[in-house]
């Protein structure tokens, strides 16, 4: 993977990353609204939280809605996008921020959460695999990691459909063809996996309980509990 090539893309619509998010996400407020909102209920008072891939903090922002007196940390290898998150939670203590290589340099603290979302697609599998079992040690025991991701279908049959589905409501969407034309770069960076092999990976990595608690098309939500 190259992670400059990751951080000059995502850089360069820093500004711009949050307006565009519905436009990509054809089921924009069950993937982050009611995922995190169900996970509320396994996890009621996490103390400390760590967001992979972080970006400009949207995911932050809903677990912040649920959990405003946790400890965060945000870490990305863009820091143009972490620059947004930084002022999305400006005057907020409880926030640090890091810009760095995530599947090297995790946190030296465990965490109640871990959480990442639309960004370990982009891992090759050797550093994804790597990372969710580094994410499994920085766990405290009995608390979750949760992954808010792009999959790839188990079934090969059904890969070019769900390709298909999904651009066009990105094409029917009021998108620029700028924007569109940024969004198609940046897909050339995605190394997804499916659902099932995540589950895999991480039920060998010794959670207790894996589950997909949503799926839409290419878009899915799995919590593991230590």
Same mark, same amino acid.
């Given at each position: 993977?190259?992670?400059?090539?990751?951080?000059?893309?995502?850089?360069?619509?820093?500004?711009?990353? &949050? %307006?565009?998010?519905?436009?990509?996400?054809?089921?924009?407020?069950?993937?982050?609204?009611?995922?995190?909102?169900?996970?509320?209920? $396994?996890?009621?008072?996490? /103390? +400390? *939280?760590?967001?992979?891939?972080?970006?400009?903090?949207?995911? %932050?922002?809903?677990?912040?809605?649920?959990? @405003?007196? !946790?400890?965060? +940390?945000?870490?990305?290898?863009? &820091?143009?996008?972490?620059?947004?998150?930084?002022?999305?939670?400006?005057?907020?203590?409880?926030?640090?921020? !890091?810009?760095?290589?995530?599947?090297? &340099?995790?946190?030296? /603290?465990?965490?109640?959460? *871990?959480?990442?979302?639309?960004? $370990?697609?982009?891992?090759?599998?050797?550093?994804?695999? %790597?990372?969710?079992?580094?994410?499994?040690?920085?766990?405290?025991?009995?608390?979750?990691?949760?992954?808010?991701?792009?999959?790839?279908?188990?079934?090969?049959?059904?890969?070019?459909?769900? +390709?298909?589905?999904?651009?066009?409501?990105?094409?029917?969407?009021? *998108?620029? @063809?700028?924007?569109?034309?940024? /969004?198609?770069?940046? %897909?050339?960076?995605?190394?997804?996996?499916? $659902?099932?092999? +995540?589950?895999? $990976?991480?039920?060998?990595?010794?959670?207790?309980?894996?589950?997909?608690?949503?799926?839409?098309?290419?878009?899915?939500?799995?919590?593991?509990?230590?």
């Amino acid at each position: 993977m190259d992670f400059d090539k990751v951080a000059n893309r995502f850089n360069d619509v820093a500004e711009e990353y &949050d %307006s565009q998010r519905r436009m990509f996400i054809p089921c924009y407020d069950d993937f982050y609204g009611t995922s995190v909102s169900f996970l509320s209920r $396994i996890l009621p008072k996490p /103390q +400390t *939280i760590l967001d992979l891939g972080a970006g400009t903090g949207l995911l %932050s922002r809903y677990f912040y809605e649920k959990y @405003p007196n !946790a400890r965060y +940390t945000l870490v990305d290898i863009a &820091d143009q996008m972490l620059d947004i998150a930084r002022k999305r939670f400006a005057g907020a203590e409880n926030f640090t921020f !890091a810009a760095c290589d995530y599947t090297r &340099d995790l946190p030296e /603290q465990s965490f109640d959460l *871990i959480g990442s979302a639309l960004s $370990i697609h982009h891992l090759e599998d050797a550093a994804r695999e %790597s990372l969710y079992r580094n994410a499994y040690e920085k766990l405290n025991p009995g608390e979750c990691f949760i992954n808010l991701d792009q999959f790839i279908p188990s079934s090969a049959l059904m890969n070019a459909p769900f +390709t298909e589905f999904w651009h066009d409501y990105i094409d029917n969407s009021e *998108i620029t @063809p700028e924007a569109r034309s940024a /969004q198609r770069k940046r %897909s050339e960076l995605d190394r997804e996996n499916s $659902i099932d092999e +995540t589950k895999r $990976i991480l039920s060998d990595c010794g959670y207790k309980s894996v589950e997909c608690v949503y799926s839409y098309f290419k878009f899915g939500v799995v919590i593991a509990v230590k």
